[in-house]
């Protein structure tokens, strides 16, 4: 074995409720870190919920008897993403239309807790593509140094990462985010935020912390007090968002319940407890392929049951009845499924703080790190 590095059989490929689980020896490469590029493209971050979603080739299709456990959604010839029937998680994906090319996403990927020289990160992010469809950078501009292992950094390309024509300089990345800051205020009331099929269309009504009716605790609010219009955002590194997205960490949008309804309709989104116990609730056109699993005790999930979007993280209040929210009056809505007309981070309508969740419980480090002690304002983008 090479000297400090930890080989990838000795990991599992797992979704959150555990039905779907196998060796790391399905892994093509043989020891972490291994690199990987940020996808950067709408169908992944509507299909996903995610800001962020990496990928790690696998020698072999999973066989048959995890396959059963999977729901396959394919939207095109090219592609087919597999996502587990009851906990929603992302898991694997295919191409086609190439002799035996597939993929795991990364973070269904997990070392052993008690496993020593665990390494800091498992991924090294080696590229970006796709960025053209972000139209503001995504997370990009917070991946321009080298990465750990790496002497160079990221390339990034604005369509594929095939492309040599659409090699994109760093400074273009900055610039098209510098822009998504200067964006007017939309006239519109209301954001969208849908999945890739569709099925879940919601409409989040703008926030408004001067009257803040909706009781929303300041924990939850904006940390900078002169934004009174827009809903605070940051990432979480915990397992189980971890494994629900199927990405290292993962972005939130804190919303108060009685602000989101069905963009299809107006009808009120019925959440939590309610929703997992109910199926006759949420069967308005906007609502009717979400899906509920209880992950825990006090927390339900929520995912598109059509092609596996991660919508919902819901806290449980026991001891109201099941009464969605988590206790400062708001759920978190997966940041990959909004729809802004400045681009994928949304910012006229979202205040993004630099902090990540539960850091402790990263599997990679290097994204923690270039959000939580690099950040916004390391690169010009403050709000």
């Keep these: ?44 971050r509507y299909s996903y919920g995610s800001l962020i979603p990496t990928f790690f080739e696998i020698k072999n299709p999973p066989p ?41 996403l990364t973070g269904i990927v997990e070392l052993p807790p008690s496993i020593p020289n665990k390494p800091p990160n498992l991924v090294t992010i080696n590229s970006h593509q796709y960025l053209a469809d972000t139209l503001d950078g995504g997370m990009a501009p917070l991946f321009l140094d080298p990465q750990p292992n790496s002497i160079k950094p990221p390339t990034i390309f604005a369509a594929a990462s095939r492309d040599p024509d659409s090699a994109r300089d760093p400074t273009d990345v900055v610039t098209m985010a510098q822009l ?17 099929c569709k099925g879940v269309n919601l409409s989040i009504a703008r926030a408004d912390y001067t009257t803040n009716p909706h009781n929303v605790h300041p924990d939850k609010q904006p940390t900078n007090k002169a934004i009174r219009d827009k809903y605070a955002a940051w990432f979480c590194a915990c397992r189980s968002c971890r494994l629900s997205t199927g990405s290292s960490i993962t972005g939130h949008m804190y919303v108060p319940p009685a602000a989101i309804t069905d ?50 993280y819901c806290s449980v209040n026991q001891d109201k009845d099941g009464k969605a929210g988590d206790g400062h009056g708001v759920i978190d809505i997966a940041a990959g499924l909004l729809r802004a007309e400045s681009g994928s981070m949304a910012r006229e309508w979202v205040y993004w703080e630099d902090w990540v969740s539960h850091a402790n419980e990263a599997v990679d480090q290097k994204l923690v790190e270039v959000v939580k002690e690099g950040g916004w304002k390391s690169v010009g983008l403050a709000q």
């Design 1 to 44: 074995m090479a000297s400090g590095k930890v080989p990838t059989s000795s990991a599992t490929l797992t979704c959150l409720c555990g039905a779907i689980s196998l060796p790391g020896s399905y892994l093509k490469e043989s020891h972490f870190p291994i690199e990987s590029e940020i996808c950067h493209c709408n169908p992944c």
């Design 180 to 196: 998504s800051l200067s964006h007017p205020s939309p006239q519109a009331s209301h954001l969208n935020a849908k999945c890739h």
């Design 263 to 312: 963009a299809t309709t107006g009808d009120s989104v019925v959440l939590g407890l309610p929703a997992l116990n109910d199926s006759k609730v949420n069967q308005s056109a906007g609502l009717k392929t979400l899906t509920h699993y209880r992950s825990t005790e006090s927390v339900v999930r929520s995912f598109c049951g059509n092609c596996g979007a991660y919508v919902f």
């Design 64 to 104: 048959a008897p995890a396959l059963a456990k999977l729901r396959k959604y394919q939207f095109t010839d090219v592609c087919a993403r597999y996502f587990c029937a009851t906990c929603g998680t992302h898991c694997f994906v295919d191409h086609p239309h190439k002799d035996n090319e597939w993929f795991c």
